[in-house]
């Protein structure tokens, strides 16, 4: 892709043909804001609070009755996301200003898709391994396992939020490269106002 594509305003052609806007939907900007805040938040929480409260704990239940409520609406807004975004015109993938890295900055996308549906269903699975659906949303009064580490689906789950971890990290750094030190523009197609079709 040309530096050109990346000028403040410019609507990239589509490779399609289909229509190509200079700045995504304003649902899926809110969406795209929403989901990074809970992601981050969920990721937080999970690695340095409820990793190091034991199950013992009498707050745990509560704990993972928000983390597990928050990881379903995170699945949730990701699919509206996605349906969004195949029925909207948006720009074309930034990337590093070639095509290899264009087409890269696609893939990098379609895989934060593709970790969190993970990360929702090695959680879910630990769930109903461990029987949380009775123990934390029906409160059945019944104790927690006194450690997750029995399950594989667990493990799965802590290294799978690892990898997310990894890739928002490169996203936040990909975006402050495009906002800081390139000053293209790029961090705009993620805002509001000033959105054109053609
Ligand atoms: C995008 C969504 C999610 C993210 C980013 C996330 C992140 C995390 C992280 C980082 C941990 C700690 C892992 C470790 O200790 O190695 C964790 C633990 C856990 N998660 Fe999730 N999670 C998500 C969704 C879910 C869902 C939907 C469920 C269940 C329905 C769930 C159930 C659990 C359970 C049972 C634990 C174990 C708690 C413990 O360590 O004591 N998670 N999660």
Avoid at 114 to 123: D, E, I, K
């Amino acid at each position: 892709m040309s530096a050109l594509a990346h000028t403040p305003g410019r609507v990239e052609p589509s490779a399609h043909g289909g229509a190509r806007a200079n700045k995504y939907h304003p649902a899926l900007v809110l969406l795209h804001w929403l989901l990074a805040w809970f992601i981050i938040a969920s990721l937080l929480f999970g690695f340095f609070v409820l990793r190091v409260v034991p199950n013992t704990d009498p707050h745990k239940i509560d704990m993972l009755e928000w983390h597990m409520g928050l990881g379903m609406a995170i699945l949730a807004a990701m699919l509206v996301r996605l349906v969004v975004r195949w029925r909207t015109a948006r720009p074309a993938p930034a990337g590093l200003g070639t095509p290899a890295s264009a087409r890269a900055a696609g893939r990098a996308h379609l895989a934060f898709y593709v970790l969190v549906a993970c990360m929702v269903a090695s959680g879910y699975a630990t769930a109903l391994l461990a029987h949380l659906n009775d123990i934390v949303f029906a409160r059945s009064g019944a104790p927690l396992p006194p450690t997750f580490d029995a399950y594989p689906t667990f493990h799965l789950h802590g290294w799978i939020a690892a990898l997310l971890a990894v890739l928002v990290t490169l996203h936040v750094l990909g975006a402050s490269w495009h906002w800081l030190v390139r000053r293209d523009g790029v961090m705009r197609r993620m805002g509001w106002g000033g959105r054109r079709v053609e």
